[in-house]
């Protein structure tokens, strides 16, 4: 794979952002919001479903484009995509030397070998500061690592009352004490 235009990152407009099947389509509605913002900041979005065939050409023609900035994973979707080459495997990123952002707002109990990746091209944001320490401690060096502020968006209307909501089952996650929820 031919390396991309030497332009310097910080002056490419586009952003890759990686999605795929994921319980409720999760990855799928927060990337909607996640290329809302990065749009409204004059940025140019692709979204390429890793799951869906082909994707794989569509990622390298993106890289190869030499116009993308970064790629971008929720929950470090696609940090751990590899290579295999004439020398043996390495990481994508690597061997694009394309950087990648992840955004990892779960603990890394739920998969540690996403936060194993090994790679200087990798960028992990966290939200917590136990899951950076736990994720430092356990993951690569060469990996890396920062805390972030987490943003949310303020609703369009105010929520109904919890008596008032049809919703049949309630997962709170991290949310306090269950008893008082």
Known sequence: MPLPSQRPFVTRRRVVLLDGASEGGSLTDH???IRGQFESRGFEVVVIDLKA???????IGQVQSGLVRFCFGLSGFGAELSVTHAHGTASF???????????MPDSPVFMPSRHRVASDFVLFLYSDPVHLDVAAS???PRTARALVAQAGFPPLAQPAPIERREIAVVYAKAGGNPEEI
């Open 31 to 33: 990337l909607a919001d």
């Open 53 to 59: 065939p082909g994707s794989d050409a569509d990622l």
């Open 93 to 103: 990123w690597d061997y694009a030397r394309t950087p990648y952002v992840g955004v």
């Open 138 to 140: 356990i993951g690569s």
